[in-house]
């Protein structure tokens, strides 16, 4: 089952998919990166070991222009 749900925004979904990118030289499509997204906008603390599972590379070719 399902403990909690967490929204967060189009923007932070870009940014986290930028900052994957950038960091890891990965890219990744906008459900991979809302995880990521989540722990920019600080939705959870972070208590002990967290995973987030980043999984996807369908993206628009426009999209990888306008984040890079």
């Known amino acids: 089952y399902v403990d909690e749900v967490f929204l967060v ?13 950038e960091t890891e030289h990965m890219v990744i499509e906008g459900s991979a990166a809302v995880s990521i997204a989540a722990l920019l906008e600080n939705k959870f603390p972070l208590t002990g070991n967290t995973v987030c599972v980043i999984t996807g590379r369908n993206i628009d070719a426009a999209l990888l222009k306008e984040l890079l």
């Open 9 to 21: 925004s189009e923007e932070s979904i870009k940014r986290a998919m930028k900052l994957i990118f």
